[in-house]
């Protein structure tokens, strides 16, 4: 059974940077998507980016530019960089893949 663990979060100063990592057990690695979504406190859960099995990204337009996703197959782990953080985008960031999520890590950008 898959299981899905994130790291990374933090908190950070607008402008600032973080890398989240979404680690991947108990799947075939390379051959499904994974997603990466944010909660916000009291607010619905919102996708940020996906990768697919062709190693092809999506963003979306409030963080195209300053987010990227990657993965490493020989560590079975996706990537979230994050850049030039903004206050908006503070949050519970979640990595979703084959219908499961992880337990999420937070990221608070405050001043």
């Known amino acids: 059974q898959v299981q899905l663990v994130e790291s990374g979060g933090d908190m950070v100063q607008p402008g600032g940077s973080l890398r989240l990592s979404c680690v991947v057990s108990?799947?075939?690695?390379?051959?499904?998507?994974t997603n990466w979504y944010r909660q916000p406190l009291g607010k619905e859960r919102e996708w940020v980016a996906s990768?697919?099995?062709?190693?092809?990204?999506a963003y979306d337009g409030a963080v195209q530019g300053r987010f990227t996703v990657s993965r490493d197959d020989a560590e079975t782990t996706v990537y979230l960089q994050m850049n030039n953080l903004k206050p908006d985008d503070t949050g519970l960031y979640l990595c979703n893949r084959e219908g499961k999520w992880g337990q999420g890590t937070q990221v608070t950008v405050s001043a």
């Open positions: 990768i697919n099995d062709g190693g092809s990204t």
């Open positions: 108990g799947s075939v690695f390379a051959i499904y998507a």
